[in-house]
């Protein structure tokens, strides 16, 4: 029992260090686009329930609709700050209607360039807004779109390469007509002689 201890030690602090890793990579993580979009946005109502985002800027995925109504959310990442109308933010939209509510900033604008996170400058937030300012994630969207396309050209070319060799494959054919008379009249002609010999042998 006491030798197991040790081992069981090392897994849980191993543990720790990888959920200390993933949290502290989340502005890198981004840029791998697992989320439908990233972008800069206005509160612009406060209802009952919900929020209503205006997006002006959007960093990286696709949003369709110009206006996002969401959950409400407490405060912001890094601070006590209370949601009001006018508020400018930084969000992560996981769906049409759900962003990470666990790290969404407040910004002095929604400027990307010079806006600022209002929030506890802790490394990884030092790192996402110079992330932000310097179009890193622009450049992140570039990158997939032309992964993206590169793969689909990929698979386009090796679907007409696959056709191309079934169409070039010749299959066998039945025999020819012409030679299946011959054949016929040789085989009876060879039965013929056979039973006359038999016949002879008689």
Known sequence: MLKRIPILVIF??????????FAGDIPEGIMEGNQKALF???????????????????????????????????????????????????????????????????????????LKLISEQYPMVVRYEQYINEGKYFEAQEKLEKENKTYINSTSVNETESVEIVENVQIPSKLNNNLVIPLLILFFVFVFVFLAKSRKNK
Do not use: H
């Open 12 to 21: 849980l602090l191993l543990s720790y260090t990888n959920v200390f890793v």
């Open 40 to 114: 800069i946005g206005e509160i612009k109502f406060i209802n009952t329930d919900t929020f209503s985002i205006i997006p002006s800027t959007i960093m990286m995925g696709n949003i369709e609709q110009s206006e996002i109504e969401i959950e409400q959310f407490d405060s912001y990442y890094g601070t006590n700050d209370k949601p009001k109308t006018g508020d400018f933010v930084v969000a992560v939209l996981l769906d049409d209607q759900t962003i990470d509510d666990m790290w969404i900033f407040k910004t002095t604008s929604d400027d990307y360039r010079t």
